[in-house]
C-alpha cells in the first residue's frame, strides 16, 4: 500500500471493524506467550478469582490496543502511522465481543505533509468503553 491520499480522508469521516467476537481465553495465554507478559490475573484463573478477587482472568490490556489500532492500519496502512496512544478504559474478558470505530477529527498540512488526527473507541459487546485513544498519521499529497 502506497498510503492514503489526503484526498481521500476528511474530517468526520469514521471506520468500524469488529476485532474479535467471543474472545476466547485461548488467544488471551497466546499474548502472553508473545510478549512475555505472564502475569497471573491474564492466565491463571484460581489466583485471580482467589488471590485477586476478580470473577475471572482478563485481556491484557496492550493485547486489546493491539486489537484497537488494526482499525486504523487496515485504514490507513502500518508505515503511514505517526503516533498511537489509548486510554484502558474498562477490563475485556474472555467471551467479549470488541467493536473499534476510528474517526478522523482533522487533516492538517504540516512541514512534512499532510497528517490526519482520528480518535479511537472500542467498546464491547454492551456498548461499554474498554479503550480510548487518538492517533495521527501521514497522508499522500
Known amino acids: 500500500m502506497s498510503g492514503l ?36 490475573l491474564h492466565t491463571d484463573e484460581r489466583f485471580a478469582v482467589e488471590a485477586a478477587g476478580y470473577p475471572g482472568v482478563f485481556a491484557h490490556g496492550m493485547l486489546t490496543m493491539g486489537m484497537t489500532g488494526r482499525v486504523l492500519t487496515d485504514w490507513v496502512g ?27 477529527e482533522s487533516v492538517e498540512d504540516t512541514p512534512a505533509g499532510p497528517v490526519a488526527h482520528f480518535t479511537l473507541r472500542t467498546v464491547n459487546q454492551h456498548g461499554a468503553e474498554v479503550v480510548t485513544g487518538t492517533a495521527t498519521a501521514r497522508l499522500e499529497p
Open 5 to 40: 491520499s489526503v484526498d481521500a480522508v476528511k474530517a468526520g469521516e469514521t471506520r468500524e471493524s469488529v476485532l474479535v467476537d467471543d474472545l476466547k481465553r485461548t488467544r488471551i495465554v497466546q499474548y502472553a506467550g508473545a510478549s512475555g507478559d505472564f502475569n497471573p
Open 78 to 104: 502500518t508505515e503511514a502511522l505517526l503516533r498511537y496512544g489509548v486510554r484502558f478504559k474498562a477490563q475485556v474478558w474472555p467471551g467479549d465481543t470488541l467493536t473499534a470505530t476510528a474517526t478522523v
